[in-house]
Structure formats: structure tokens, C-alpha cells
């Protein structure tokens, strides 16, 4: 399985982003998808995670600001990121659970000017 996240950058703060992440290999259609990120000097955190069923959990400091959608029959993941902060400055990593593994994208920077 191998995932391609798209979509980073650079963005003044209040400013939007939108991240992809496209998977592609033998997938079980049960599934969850999620996103990832680490800022300097801090450890991974999970942001936002998104089942093939359609649930959603979000980490407490993007409930609001972040939503995670999914495209089930294109195998692919968003982020929508709103009111962007210069604290959600990181390494954005896209992820796939299934019952064949754990699987990570390659990263994506977003980086937020104040």
C-alpha cells in the first residue's frame, strides 16, 4: 500500500489549507484513515482520524478548526484546515489502518506565518 499526500505549504495566519492523501494497493474496504502531524521539537500527534464508515474523531486542538472528509471509492483522504495558527505549523503525516497493516505517507509540510 503506498500513500501520496499533496496540499501543503506556506499560508498566512488565518488562511486556509486544503490536504490529500491517495492511497493506492490492495486495501481492505474496512479501514480507517487518519492525519497525522509533528512540529518541531514535539512528538507525532494524531490530528484527525476517519473510519471507511464514515466516523470521525478529532484531537481537541483542531475540533472546530479541522475536518477530515474521505473519498471511499478513490481511496482518499482530506484535511480541511481552517483559521490556520502559526502552532499548527508541522509535518502533516497521512495514515491507513487496515487488517494488512500500518501504512504512512510521506509528509507534507504546512507552515504558518504570524
Known amino acids: 500500500v503506498q500513500l501520496q499526500a499533496s496540499g501543503g505549504g506556506l499560508v498566512q495566519s488565518g488562511g486556509s489549507l486544503k490536504l490529500s492523501c491517495a492511497a493506492s494497493g490492495r486495501i481492505f474496504r474496512t479501514n480507517a484513515m487518519s492525519w497525522y502531524r509533528r512540529a518541531p521539537g514535539k512528538q507525532r500527534e494524531l490530528v484527525a482520524a476517519i473510519t471507511s464508515g464514515g466516523s470521525t474523531n478529532y484531537a481537541d486542538s483542531v475540533k472546530g478548526q479541522f475536518t477530515i472528509s474521505r473519498d471511499n471509492a478513490k481511496n482518499t483522504v482530506y484535511l480541511q484546515m481552517n483559521s490556520l495558527k502559526p502552532e499548527d505549523t508541522a509535518v502533516y503525516y497521512c495514515?491507513?489502518?487496515?487488517?494488512?497493516?500500518?501504512?504512512w505517507g510521506q509528509g507534507t509540510q504546512v507552515t504558518v506565518s504570524s
Open positions: 495514515n491507513l489502518r487496515d487488517y494488512g497493516g500500518d501504512y
